[in-house]
């Protein structure tokens, strides 16, 4: 049993607990806004119930997670501390320095960074060899991955550590050899994404019509076999082919418009009612 401490209880942070504490961990979570402190409870409660726990075992692994008023009661009762505070280079460094004050040099920290340089957000810190990224998938307690990266001056060891307690966890755990922006899997997602928003601009099709076709067959395909796999699968000549005859015409674009015009009407997506696609207002921001 390790003792985490996470710094941030927002949406990854409490999931991130959730996911520990089904493992046998205990966790202490400390929010700098105390609302989200006080609904630490119910949204643990929530998330298990989610996910099908028998309901003797939620007060069991609810009673794991606890939560701290202040970062220094945090850190008297942890192992490894985990960031999972908004993704702003500035917050993170100011959350680090803050805590790098009250943890011995040894401990390990644990960034959930998405898409941040690992070697940026280690930059200030006295002991920037203890950074690890370790990104988990939202939901944490549902999504098998969690992808750890080194930053340029973490030390190795601390890496291996972090995916022995994953796998250990019975996490899918990859180890990335170094530092890059997005890890492997929003590099991939993203790509994605732009190219469909690319197929958009260009007229081709609506939105809804991208999301059927993603469902209806890479979706599925691509739960049994990996981008890689299957380009060995079709044949390495023909994957050659098709590449030589479409790059010239994949996106390349570093502006989106298509993102743009549903922002300029104040539509963020599912939680504002409106985005690319329509929504019923008010359903929250939580991914399905
Ligand atoms: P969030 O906004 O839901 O939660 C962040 C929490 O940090 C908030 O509750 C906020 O009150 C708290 N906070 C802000 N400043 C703080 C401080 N100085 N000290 C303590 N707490 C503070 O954000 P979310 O989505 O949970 O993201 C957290 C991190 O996880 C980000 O780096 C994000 O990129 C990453 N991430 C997010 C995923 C997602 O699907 N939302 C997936 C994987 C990683």
Redesign the pocket.
């Known amino acids: 049993m390790t003792r985490f401490g996470i710094?941030?209880?927002?949406?990854?942070?409490?999931?991130i607990a959730v996911a520990l504490a089904q493992a046998g961990h205990r966790i202490v979570v400390?929010?700098?806004?105390p609302v989200?402190l006080a609904s630490l409870d119910e949204r643990i409660v929530r998330a298990l119930e989610r996910c099908d726990t028998p309901p003797g075992d939620v007060g069991m692994m609810t009673a794991r997670i606890t939560a701290a008023k202040t970062?220094a009661d945090l850190v008297l009762r942890v192992d490894v501390v985990i960031?999972?505070?908004?993704?702003r280079l500035d917050?993170?460094h100011?959350?680090l320095a803050?805590l790098e004050e009250k943890i011995p040099a040894v401990m390990p920290v644990w960034?959930?960074?998405?898409?941040?340089s690992l070697t940026e957000v280690a930059k200030d810190m006295r002991h920037p060899q203890r950074l690890v990224g370790v990104?988990?998938?939202?939901p944490?307690y549902v999504i098998p991955l969690v992808e750890v990266a080194p930053g340029a001056e973490t030390d190795h060891r601390f890496v291996q550590e972090a995916c022995d307690m994953l796998d250990g966890m019975g996490k899918t755990t990859v180890r990335l050899h170094r530092d890059v922006r997005g890890f492997i899997g929003n590099r991939l997602q993203f790509a994605l994404v732009r190219e469909a928003l690319h197929l958009l601009e260009q007229g081709v099709c609506d939105p809804g019509t991208i999301d059927t076709v993603m469902r209806t067959s890479l979706g599925l395909r691509w739960s049994a076999v990996g981008p890689m796999e299957n380009a060995d699968f079709i044949g390495l000549d023909l994957t050659r082919d098709i590449l030589d005859s479409l790059a010239p015409h994949l996106s390349v674009a570093v502006t989106f418009p298509a993102l743009d015009k549903p922002l300029s009407a104040g539509h963020r997506g599912r939680a504002s009612g409106g985005g690319l696609l329509a929504w019923p207002a008010g359903q929250g921001?939580e991914?399905a």
């Open positions: 710094i941030g209880g927002g949406l990854m942070g409490h999931g400390y929010d700098a806004d989200t970062l960031e999972a505070v908004p993704e917050v993170k100011q959350v803050a960034s959930n960074t998405s898409v941040l990104h988990w998938w939202n944490p921001e991914v």
